[in-house]
């Protein structure tokens, strides 16, 4: 109900109840029966309105039920001008999983979760790295495993694609040979 209804006991005087008793006399039969069927037309095209848009919004919607212990990404809602997790502008995530979690609020509607679904790529493997004292490591060149000249103005420069310790082989990088062999001689024969 209308909150001056609610408050009041009545519905209020407006032209959707134009047909209230007494109502007729003052303004005519014919001009209250008139108003009353353009009103209860405009309900009709609302009300199909509202159904015809909810038919569309339904077809995205599923009932979503978890059970204790699954896995679950949270939606990280929207809003502008906030920066969250680190990261702002097109590159911030969409969802995020449980050790970011952060400054997140732990109260949310369960329509901001979407079930995770295990994929063996998901699992990260690493390596343990030994750190200095001062939080840096060293890394070392593993292998040399290609070779190219590169023509750079006048000049040409020979660059070698070297395999770096902690790092696969698509990380590997090109770097100027003459450095590499002065740096690293044990690995050219």
Same mark, same amino acid.
């Given at each position: ?53 909810? #038919?569309?919004?339904? !077809? ?6 978890? +059970?204790?212990?699954?896995? @679950? *990404? ?25 050790? #970011?979690?952060?400054? !997140? ?6 329509? +901001?979760?979407?079930?995770? @679904? *295990? ?42 694609? @070297? ?27």
């Amino acid at each position: 109900m209308a909150p001056y209804e609610a408050l009041y006991g009545r519905k209020c005087r407006s032209p959707f109840y134009w047909d209230e008793v007494g109502e007729r006399q003052v303004l005519g039969p014919d001009a209250v029966e008139e108003m009353v069927g353009i009103v209860r037309q405009i309900r009709e095209r609302i009300k199909e309105a509202q159904d015809r848009h909810k #038919s569309y919004a339904d !077809v995205r919607r599923t009932d979503l039920q978890f +059970q204790a212990g699954n896995r @679950v *990404f949270l939606k990280v809602s929207p809003s502008k001008g906030i920066t969250r997790f680190g990261v702002k502008g097109k590159l911030k995530p969409r969802f995020i999983g449980p050790p #970011s979690r952060g400054n !997140v609020h732990n109260i949310f509607h369960v329509s +901001q979760l979407r079930k995770y @679904v *295990f994929n063996p790529k998901h699992v990260i493997h690493y390596e343990e790295v030994t750190l200095n004292p001062d939080l840096s490591y060293e890394e070392r060149p593993q292998m040399i495993f290609d070779r190219k000249i590169q023509n750079v103005r006048n000049k040409s420069v020979t660059c070698v694609k @070297v395999l770096w310790s902690n790092h696969g082989h698509e990380e590997a990088t090109w770097e100027k040979e003459d450095q590499m062999m002065e740096l690293y001689p044990e690995l050219f024969p």
